[in-house]
């Protein structure tokens, strides 16, 4: 029987977070107002009793709105009572963006992709799951990415717990992640804060930022940040391309040393988005990256024995504290309070969401064998 581990038959708190998901999920139907009433005074009702955010209230009570217009969603919700509102909401929210015609095909894409596929698997954080939306609206829903979708990115970027920044940009290019990792490689090359080293950029001093893509020689699909392209980012981005890496080659490389080769290292950040650790949500590019099996006890470098961990999860394997082992198909096996849980990669180059320069065969036959 495939789970998730919120959904594991044997576990009293797992069966305690259905329930609590389940009622949850009750209550806010419980509150949906009726279709004449005023919706700031609903919404300031609810607030004055609970105490939660005006902006959450609204968002659950959109929600409850939409779930009736996705149907196998909402009876995969509930058959497993696994998402809590957070990643409903973060669901219902990119179903704005989704035409009429377009909505059942996503919300069969939503029951496939929030649908666990093996034993003991991790359940997608919020961040991940709103990564995976991104990706359809980009690929299915091309032409509602310049009409709907919010024309402005906000940085928000702090350096060692200093000042920080933030920063409004046009969204439509993925500025944002240009900007801020130009911030980044500036403070780091100053030792600065934020602060300083905008000022630096507008003084004229200048630094080096490699940015990643992910996709065929022609037509990025991924930019590293967790930022799928749509067309006509794509069409962008492939003219900025200087340089190629093949990673089909760097899947299978193998080093004698200790620290991963350039090609390496691009992989294993390729084949994750986040922390690896199941409910992390440090982004990949703040990672570093461990050998799974450590490197001390006879370890490869090389892509299958390699995963990022945040500075916090890595100390807890080094003491000892957390416990993972690879698997064959590429996921990551963990022992947490004495139970298995299976992170399953979600990056642009993991087997489960890679499909440039794939034939339908070889798609199909990973899809059936995942």
């Known amino acids: 029987m495939f789970f998730y581990t919120v959904n594991n038959p044997n576990d009293p708190l797992s069966t305690e977070i259905i329930q609590l998901n389940r009622r949850e999920l009750q209550f806010w139907q419980s509150l949906i107002p009726d279709n004449e009433e005023d919706l700031a005074t609903a919404i300031n009702r609810i607030n004055a009793r609970s105490g939660l955010a005006?902006?959450?209230?609204?968002?659950?009570?959109?929600?409850?709105?939409?779930?009736?217009?996705?149907?196998?969603?909402?009876?995969?919700?509930?058959?497993?009572?696994?998402?809590?509102?957070?990643?409903?909401?973060?669901?219902?929210?990119?179903?704005?963006?989704?035409?009429?015609?377009?909505?059942?095909?996503?919300?069969?894409?939503?029951?496939?992709?929030?649908?666990?596929?093996?034993?003991?698997?991790?359940?997608?954080?919020?961040?991940?799951?709103?990564?995976?939306?991104?990706?359809?609206?980009?690929?299915?829903?091309?032409?509602?990415?310049?009409?709907?979708?919010?024309?402005?990115?906000?940085?928000?970027?702090?350096?060692?717990?200093?000042?920080?920044?933030?920063?409004?940009?046009?969204?439509?290019?993925?500025?944002?992640?240009?900007?801020?990792?130009?911030?980044?490689?500036?403070?780091?090359?100053?030792?600065?804060?934020?602060?300083?080293?905008?000022?630096?950029?507008?003084?004229?001093?200048?630094?080096?930022?490699?940015?990643?893509?992910y996709g065929s020689e022609n037509c990025p699909e991924y930019l590293e940040g967790g930022y799928w392209l749509s067309t006509k980012q794509q069409d962008f981005w492939k003219d900025r391309v200087t340089s190629l890496r093949d990673m089909d080659e760097a899947e299978w490389a193998l080093t004698a040393a200790y620290e991963p080769t350039p090609e390496i290292r691009l992989f294993v950040k390729g084949k994750f988005t986040t922390c690896s650790v199941p409910g992390c949500c440090v982004e990949v590019k703040k990672c570093q990256l461990d050998h799974i099996i450590p490197w001390k006890q006879g370890g490869p470098t090389t892509p299958w024995n390699l995963h990022p961990l945040c500075v916090f999860h890595h100390n807890q394997k080094t003491d000892g504290r957390l416990q993972c082992y690879p698997l064959p198909n590429g996921d990551i096996l963990f022992i947490i309070d004495g139970l298995p849980i299976v992170t399953t990669p979600d990056g642009p180059l993991s087997h489960s969401h890679r499909t440039w320069g794939t034939s339908f065969g070889a798609f199909m036959e990973r899809k059936i064998a995942a």
């Open 54 to 213: 005006r902006k959450f209230i609204a968002a659950c009570l959109f929600s409850m709105c939409m779930l009736p217009h996705l149907p196998g969603f909402q009876k995969l919700l509930d058959k497993l009572g696994h998402l809590d509102m957070a990643r409903i909401n973060t669901i219902t929210k990119a179903a704005q963006k989704i035409p009429t015609d377009k909505r059942a095909l996503f919300d069969a894409y939503l029951v496939t992709y929030l649908t666990p596929t093996k034993e003991a698997q991790a359940l997608p954080q919020a961040p991940s799951i709103a990564a995976m939306l991104r990706k359809f609206i980009a690929i299915h829903c091309p032409a509602q990415e310049e009409p709907t979708v919010e024309t402005a990115d906000t940085i928000r970027y702090r350096r060692n717990s200093r000042e920080g920044i933030s920063i409004t940009v046009d969204a439509a290019e993925g500025e944002a992640i240009e900007i801020k990792a130009t911030l980044e490689q500036m403070a780091k090359d100053k030792n600065c804060a934020p602060g300083s080293a905008l000022l630096n950029l507008v003084r004229g001093l200048s630094t080096k930022v490699v940015l990643n893509t």
